[in-house]
């Protein structure tokens, strides 16, 4: 790794100091409130005393007067005091002197505990010290193992190292339950152990990395976008580990089960060490079944803590185990009891300042519904859940460092999205690492919900997912740094949104993302607006080491502009995924923007694109600017063949010198030459980005970890699907066919299967069932195909028209004879008797209109489990002269979404239409 220090000026690595930006007034403002001396004025200390004034920072020399102990006798002071009329107008001050502040229970804080815009409350740390409220209990009494019945479980490695607390004996009796997640991306933690004020780890194996599933052993089947799995979490395994763990309890399995953004933790029935199969629970199922190649790992077992630093709770002794990895005297030893740590609703005028929150079970801080609160210049840390929830209005986080989360950093959420009343709710110069360390994914440092909210000048950095994700409307993303982020995912973002075409009006300015390589150096995104998200700008931005560094995903009226991208592989990525495999998408985004009030002011005033939305064919992606970039190095665009017509590129400099300040020391200034100003391309002002020195900084100068690239381990090597090309030999018509769908004997070589083929292979060749069988003939003028499907009788047909959500056949063709870059033609037909000519293997518009013309197409259903279709294909419409050309590659595919499906007549380890992964047919005489 690199090492990285935010603060200085040379170069973009090291971002560089500004002063305090305009955009912060409030910020300031408190900070001066704070700092001038209030007119009320209480303390707090650990060595204080409830019964006292709280009037002195200090106990007296006679100990009869002195600070306060708790936040709750400090806060019901001043409600008392407001009862009596006796609390001095003006600026409150409620001061914690530097120490540990225990706590069992979060400190509650509703409306009467207010301020007011001239008499603001501030709970503030001493300067100079440190004021820690922690929601953790040290534990003391360690001892060596002695139980020869513990030691035989352990690692022989571990025996005189591990060390052992009785946690009943010292007044601790709920451990949480060990359980599994209810659903993908959700668990808790539950009680954790800290040594050093550092999350340690429950005892795992492997400890680095990931085990394997060899292969699914389920017995229920089933494909997700053709992606063979099994439903049921059962699997083999290799080597002999798990048999340490068959008299274990509580075996627990954290896996990455079918999708790589979608993990859940979940408990072990069994394990068979002759079969070497492992049997999850039935319940909770994990959505999207298992599949082999996914990755897990197992952790809750005695047996696997073989390392410093690794912990084990037996909860029906009330023994906790640890191997420390340092001596014991060295630091604290604390195990996580509070759910929270401040909870505030309708709270109105208050800060917290300066302060270290740490060790909470679950959300640190809660900030509901407030008006006017700030947390500003702390530290929180150690989390079982979120480090801060946030809701209401003209509120923040400010200048704080937020680290070592189970989850995110902070989730907030506020205004009216039916009137687009913008909350004014802000993130701002913030520092965001190590989040996500329980539940990796969709956990991000700042999740941005509402509207009109900001994340300001903040720094993100070493997590496994994304790092920021938002949804609503008009919110800004402005002058932050991003690094070392989605190391554990490939399909994610640093910055992820989707799946709504009306949470629009987002700007994405002046960020600087680098460094950024997926899991195991596999890629991942940049900006990832998924599944036809709509109306982000993107501008100002710098780009370095970034795959796909600007990906917009089927979405309409998004801009890309005056961006540097540098090495990134792709800068560009454009797709029309709602015209392909996401066409089931189609009726949810009419769905989705009807939800809002789009015809109606103010919303058809601020996006008047959403007028026209539903106009034509929305499924195509519509009205997006790639405009004045830089592009060096890398690739410069990624866009699907469909998705051209709806971008519109102008004035973008690739592959050209830009001219660079210093590109070397990673400093993409533009020199006074650069030919991009004649582009109309604008400076980017590096030296605002990133974090700032400021008296509401918790710490500066700020130094971290650069991760480099991963060496990507080498793909495990293919088994050729065949040898040769499988080729099946079509016989010349011997009956008239009528196309109506109705398969008869006399038109159909007697409906003999051995004289059809069988579709039946899975995409990677592997066999499917129910099968499919076709029948194939020739005359002078076409070719003729008939196809019989069954379905699981358990289930329906689904009729409609729309590839990979219905039931459907495909035919893909393609004449070798026209030279190697022939085009694939492809035409799919469905159960209601429609067809279409499809594009999706980037077939030219002109070559897919006349593929469809002439074509005869009938379909019936036979009964609710069989439909049957007949093709009658003119070869003048697929470009092939029968008396010249013989042989043709060709496949077919039968969509049957019963079981989710997708059989082939040969399987082609890619798209169905891949033809020259498939077979040939050869015209015969």
Known sequence: MMRHLTGLSSG???AMICACPSSAPAQQDAAAAAAAEPPAMLYLAPTGNDAWSGKLPAPNNAKTDGPFATLERARDELRNLRKAGTLPTGPVVVELAGGVYERTAPLALTAEDSGTEPAPVTYRGRKGEVARIVGGKVVTGWQPVTDPAVLARLDESARDKVRQADLRAQGLID????????GWGQSQPGMELFFQD???????????GFAHIVDVVGGAPHKIHGIPGDKIGKFTYDGDRPTRWTAEKNVMLHGWWFWDWADQ???IESVDTEKKVITLDPE???SYGFRKGQWYYAYNLLPELDQPGEWYMDRDAGILYFWPPAPLDSGDAMVSVAPALVQMKDVAYLTLHRMTFECSRGTALSLDNVNQVRVTGSVIRNTGGWAASLSGKASGIVGCDLYNMAEGGVSMNGGDRKTLTPAGLYVDNCHFFKFGRWNPICKPGVQVGGVGNRVTHNLFNDAPHMAVMWGGNDHLFEYNEFHSVVYGSNDAGVMYAGYNPAMRGHMIRYNYFHHIYGFEGRGCNGVYLDDMFCSATMFGNIFYQVPRAAFIGGGHDNVVENNVFVDCKPALHVDARMMGWAAASVPTMKQRLEEVPYKEEPWCSRYPQLLTYLEGNYAEPRGNIVTRNICVGGKWDEIEGKAKPGVAL????VDEDPKFVDAEHLNFQLRDDSPAWKLGFQRIPIEKIGLYPDDLRVSWPVVCEVRTKPETPAPPAKKALRTA????KVPRLSAPVMIDGTLTPEEWSGLDAAKGIVIEQGLQGEKTSPPSTAWLAWDDTALYVAIDNSINPKTIIRPGNTWGQDDAVELAIRNPAAGKDAPILVLRGFPSGSF??????????AVVKRVAEGVQYGAKMVDAKRWTTEWRIPFASLGIDPAKDTKFAFNISVRKTADELWLLWQGTDAATWEVGNAGVIELVR
């Open 650 to 653: 102008t004035d973008n400099l």
């Open 725 to 728: 090309p499988a080729v099946v």
């Open 836 to 845: 279409v000519s499809s594009d999706e293997p980037g077939t030219p518009a």
């Open 284 to 286: 909770p199922v994990h």
């Open 12 to 14: 973009l690595v090291l």
């Open 198 to 208: 550092k999350p340690m780890t429950v005892a795992r194996w492997p400890n680095e």
């Open 265 to 267: 933790r979940l408990r």
């Open 175 to 182: 451990y949480a339950e060990v359980k599994a997640g209810p």
